[in-house]
T-cell receptor
């Protein structure tokens, strides 16, 4: 069974602080996606990383895929209250259509 | 265009009753997924439909759960003889072709509460 572990589970920070969320597995994934989910809504895709060692930037968000494609990180610079939400990583595997989701990191950014 | 829609948004039922949850995917999307999300947790895969192929039912937790997709569009997830542990948010997603790198577009979910 493939598992994705996210850490931390909860994070409460002040506006302007930096943070990093981690997504780790013992399994190799062909690609990894990061989603953000707000209360009462479905997850919304932020980014897909495919190549080991890949780094993608989306404004203040930086995503990295590990060299071995087993782990990923999400770094947010100068967090804003609008960044508040549940962040989910999800891994895709060759031959399996469904994504394997991590348990999520709940982020709260206080103004 | 419209996104993925789900109905009802909330469903409260009594233990032992059957429930049906509906998903309307984005028009033209050939792949449709059902997931279950317990309070504040990650998503658990339930079932996947792709075009006219046989569905991947490997995530269904028991034989009380079933799903169908009519005409390659609308899907219904049915839970028979509901149990309290079935309480969760049921999310539907669709993607253009079902490739693992495709973007999955999620609906807002149906919150099911079994009393």
């Amino acid at each position: 069974t493939q598992l994705l572990e996210q850490s931390p589970q909860f994070l409460s920070i002040q506006e302007g602080e930096n943070l990093t969320v981690y997504c780790n597995s013992s399994s190799v994934f062909s690609s990894l996606q990061w989603y953000r989910q707000e209360p009462g809504e479905g997850p919304v895709l932020l980014v897909t990383v495919v190549t080991g060692g890949e780094v993608k930037k989306l404004k203040r968000l930086t995503f990295q895929f590990g060299d071995a494609r087993k782990d990923s990180s999400l770094h947010i610079t100068a967090a804003q209250p609008g960044d508040t939400g549940l962040y989910l990583c999800a891994g895709a595997s060759t031959g399996r259509r469904a994504l394997t989701f991590g348990s999520g990191t709940r982020l709260q950014v206080q103004p | 265009g419209a996104g993925v829609s789900q109905s009802p948004s909330n469903k409260v039922t009594e233990k032992g009753k059957d429930v049906e949850l509906r998903c309307d995917p984005i028009s033209g999307h050939t792949a449709l997924y059902w997931y279950r999300q317990s309070l504040g947790q990650g998503l658990e895969f339930l079932i996947y439909f792709q075009g006219n192929s046989a569905p991947d039912k490997s995530g269904l937790p028991s034989d009380r759960f079933s799903a169908e997709r009519t005409g390659g569009s609308v899907s219904t997830l049915t839970i028979q003889r509901t149990q309290q542990e079935d309480s969760a948010v049921y999310l539907c997603a669709s993607s253009l072709s079902g490739r693992s790198t495709d973007t999955q577009y999620f609906g807002p979910g149906t919150r099911l509460t079994v009393l």
